[in-house]
């Protein structure tokens, strides 16, 4: 089925362990952007994966900044089954990674223009580079690494709101991203804007993303956590993340049968 959203008011929700998870696929998605950039007024997507909602649990600041979102996108395999298994399903996922490539090629192809503000020294550059090669009309306003010192906010956001973009995508992980998009959103001067957590470092072609069959079969935190061991405290949420959705369903069987 496919929701395509014909104002930004009525766009459909679940609220999965308390936060709210817009029933929407790619091309609504895209539709929305079209619509926040028509609008001229600042909007802030979120993609919500099973780790951010885990970290809800026990951050009330991210809680509410991602339920104050106009936008929130299921961001995972373990989002769209949990979904299902508590009887609220959603459309299919709408990741960050593949959002980011979408509002480039809509962004080449309509004239928006697009910040990448994130990842370490360089390698915003690089992927701003390669999807220019890919979508050549591509207008790139400006490019800033995500290591700085949280004095520097100020200098950054003037940066980006002196560059006239349309569009902001801000890759410095979860929550960092998240709350800087939501402390400065009104003084960017953006129109959208979004955390991409490890896009750009996919983008510039540092890492692989998961190969399409780990995508499919829910394993590609498997696949991350194998390349980079790093990824362990976020692969450690999942198993909590899976308990908190299983005690959900049984409660709510239990309620049913009361
Ligand atoms: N990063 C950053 N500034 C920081 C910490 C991290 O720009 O202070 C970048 C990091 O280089 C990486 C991204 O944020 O490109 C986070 O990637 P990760 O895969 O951890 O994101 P996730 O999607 O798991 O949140």
Redesign the pocket.
């Known amino acids: 089925m496919t929701v395509v959203s014909r104002t930004m008011s009525d766009v459909p929700y679940i609220t999965l362990l308390g936060v709210k998870i817009h029933r929407v696929d790619m091309s609504a998605t895209l539709a929305l952007i079209r619509e926040y950039i028509a609008s001229g007024k600042p909007h802030i997507i979120v993609t919500a994966d099973a780790s951010s909602v885990v970290r809800a649990q026990n951050d009330a600041e991210f809680q509410y900044l991602i339920n104050a979102a106009n936008l929130v996108t299921p961001d995972g395999f373990g989002v769209i089954k949990a979904a299902d298994m508590l009887g609220t399903p959603l459309i299919e996922r709408v990741s ?1 990674v593949e959002i980011a490539k979408e509002l480039c090629r809509m962004s080449a192809e309509e004239g928006f223009s697009v910040y990448f503000l ?3 020294p360089g ?1 915003a550059e690089l992927a701003a580079q390669n999807l220019k090669k890919r979508f050549p009309a591509l207008q790139v306003a400006g490019v800033h ?3 700085f010192d949280a004095s520097k906010d100020s200098e950054i956001v003037a940066q980006v709101k002196a560059s006239g973009a349309h569009a902001l995508l801000v ?4 929550p ?1 991203q998240e709350k800087f998009i939501y402390e400065n959103m009104q003084k960017l001067g953006v129109c959208v804007a979004m955390g991409v ?2 896009s ?2 996919v983008f510039s072609g540092k890492v692989k993303r998961a190969p399409e069959w780990y995508q499919k079969h829910g394993l590609e935190w498997f696949y991350r956590l194998v390349k980079d061991p790093t990824k362990i405290k ?1 692969a450690a949420t999942l198993p909590k993340f899976a308990a908190m959705v299983i005690c959900r369903r049984i409660m709510k069987a239990s309620f049913r049968a009361k």
């Not at 890759?171 to 979860?174: K, S, Y």
């Open positions: 960050g994130g990842a370490a390698v690494d995500g290591y890759a410095m992980g979860i960092r957590g490890g750009f470092d976020k």
